[in-house]
């Protein structure tokens, strides 16, 4: 198995809703990551978890909340989001943290209204 | 900080051309090199990296990469591309033992049947 599942496909939500966007791996990868990609953009690091320890936050806002239950999942939390939150969000994994995001998800394409 | 640069931001060329997209990266210091693809409406695919070894490496699809150290360097090279090579190609960066990968702005190619 080397796919990196992430679901919903797509999420639209309100600006007052709280929602969690979830990925899982099956590969025993230790890495899992959080990109942000806008249109005709390249994936921009949200968050990387190492050993599902929070290790790199790019200074993302708050409203963005991500969660390592463990080795295998990763999920991230939205809460207040703006319309300019609108993207694609990626989750990736790798077998440490200095071989990258080598596999990623299909992606969550959220739409903010 | 480490940066990523790629030169054509959009490539058109006729099927049986060759391709080679340019990729320079800014950090001194020791690198693991990616490039990836991501066809219309898909996820990222890893399409080869380079950690060590041999600088010409050899991925999917036909694609090759050579690392050239002195250049900061690692350019994608296809010798024949087909219709169905059409995407988008980011070049990806991390510090050896790091966990910041960083993407390159892209390069869109369109291959004409």
């Known amino acids: 198995d080397t796919e990196v599942t992430q679901t919903p496909k797509h999420l639209v939500m309100g600006m007052t809703n709280k929602k969690s966007l979830k990925c899982e791996q099956h590969?025993?990868?230790?890495?899992m990551y959080w990109y942000k990609q806008k249109a005709k953009k390249p994936p921009e690091l949200m968050f990387v978890?190492?050993?599902?320890?929070?290790?790199i936050n790019e200074s993302v806002p708050s409203r963005f909340s991500p969660e390592c239950p463990n080795s295998s999942l990763l999920n991230l939390h939205l809460h207040a989001l703006q319309p300019e939150d609108s993207a694609l969000y990626l989750c990736?994994?790798?077998?440490?943290?200095?071989?990258?995001?080598?596999?990623f998800g299909q992606g969550t394409r959220l739409t903010v209204v | 900080a480490q940066s990523v640069s790629q030169h054509n931001h959009h490539v058109i060329l006729s099927e049986a051309a060759s391709l080679e997209l340019g990729c320079n990266y800014s950090?001194?210091?020791?690198?693991?090199l990616f490039w990836y693809v991501q066809y219309p409406g898909q996820h990222l695919q890893l399409l080869l990296k380079?950690?060590?070894?041999?600088?010409l490496v050899k991925g999917i699809k036909g694609f090759e990469a050579e690392f050239i150290k002195s250049k900061f360097s690692f350019n994608l090279r296809k010798p024949s591309v087909q219709w169905s090579d059409t995407a988008e190609y980011f070049c990806a960066v991390i510090k050896t033992a790091g966990n910041k990968l960083t993407f390159g702005g892209g390069t869109r190619v369109l291959v004409k049947p």
């Open positions: 380079y950690f060590s070894g041999d600088p």
């Open positions: 978890y190492s050993y599902e320890k929070l290790s």
């Open positions: 950090y001194g210091g020791t690198v693991n």
């Open positions: 590969m025993g990868h230790r890495a």
């Open positions: 990736a994994s790798s077998q440490d943290r200095g071989q990258g995001g080598a596999f």
